[in-house]
């Protein structure tokens, strides 16, 4: 499952490299940073050093993959919308209740650990954007953010009440998932300040 | 006084996000990250980890009550310019010298405990315009890091003598933020290269 | 050798500020951040904090020098393109065959070891076109990733192998080198995606 969702922000990274014209090599560099910086960056935070992903060649191998894939079928995948967007948004409440729980495992409170989830699923493709020099799309859009800070919130919660921490997992990553799914289907947004 | 310091960095993120029409996720990230980052920054690189913000609540309070302060009132405290600057130079004085300290307590030469100092003082602020895909102002503004850089090295000196920590971490924050403060009202600059 | 490295991507650094109008201070932060931040990178992933060159003041010595003596002699330098060029190249052998080192004295596995190789010759690069708010050249450019990538690759293969740690890494670092000069002699280029 966690290569899973490696593999979809692999896809996410790869996709945006093509579409600003970077040869293989950028596609691959942004497919691997769009899958492994949000977990670099919680393991940099919470001291949980060498980052988990350097020790494990499968998340290498999943990341390239989905450069590869993009490389040659980037036509076709650009037209799979929805199966890519519904894969990236159980990446999303995936990657948000294992940042929050490894969090917690550190001995981190409950606002460290809900904002280590959020960067986890979201710091990847924060990073992605930066690197293409556009404003993070997760800043801008829709309810990406929220949703990933649902999930760690429930891991949270669930930790404070002694909950089981598989069962709080399921349920966060479920959640956090399926709002994102249905706020994409409905358009919802989160409200802005009012300019003069 | 930290808090306050990570209140008014807050508040520089928040009116930033607002100024480039970010939603209300957005503008709490913005103030977040521009509260926080700078300390994180210092953290990892010296190896202090979990990052001190992640363990304490009340810097996420502070930054997150920035947030909420601009999304509702970002119209007045748009027109309290000069109050928020000198809050901002408050802040910067203090991050420098704390910065530098903790350096100092991780047994860091002068070199790398001043950098560290500035790199606190102006992390946050230089990851804020980065994620709006802006170039950080520090880097081309006024006497903004040569202000942190000022207080941090006031600290490494009076380090290097055997002054009391306390004293010196007033003088340098003083400093710093009073040299700040001057400048932006005499409008002083650090040179440019002549160009061709 | 490794000062040489790290002045010269100072150089590159301080160019860059000169050519996007920074001030003096702008300038020096600059040739820092393309000097250090690769290597910074390396350690705060691999959890070798204090991160090296905050300890060891002949870095900032190398960079700072960089810096000013681009201040001062940047019309000169810019005419230099290609011992600047061969200069930089040698930086980048160097820097992945260090970085790949002390990833494998981490213990980490093969592909870690290669990619904080590149990020360590890579990452200052990067982190300098990111803070002027350009895409990263590395990711649109030539062969450079490629050769840091065949450096790191040699030193991990000659690990494997057994072979005397010297010798890998003189071969590796002359082979990347000499990638990159020929690579760029010779307009060698990346594959790009076919777009529609």
Partial sequence: MD???????????????????????????????????????????????????????????????????????????????????????????????????KALAYDLGPMGAIWIGVLTACGGGALRDVLVAEVPRVLCEEIYALAALLGALIVVLGHGAGWPAGLTAVCGAALASAWRIVSVYRGWQVPRARKR
Avoid: N
């Fill in 3 to 101: 290569l899973l969702g490696t593999f979809v922000f692999g896809l996410s990274g790869a996709m945006l490299a093509v579409r600003r014209d970077l040869d293989l090599f950028g596609i691959l560099v942004l497919s691997l940073v769009a899958a492994t910086a949000g977990g670099a960056l919680r393991d940099m935070l919470i001291g949980a050093t060498p980052a988990a992903f350097l020790s494990d060649q499968r998340y290498f191998v999943a990341a390239l993959l989905a450069g590869v894939v993009v490389f040659f079928g980037h036509a076709q995948i650009e037209k799979l919308t929805r199966p890519v967007m519904v894969l990236d948004a159980l990446g999303l409440g995936l990657f948000a209740v294992t940042g929050a729980q």
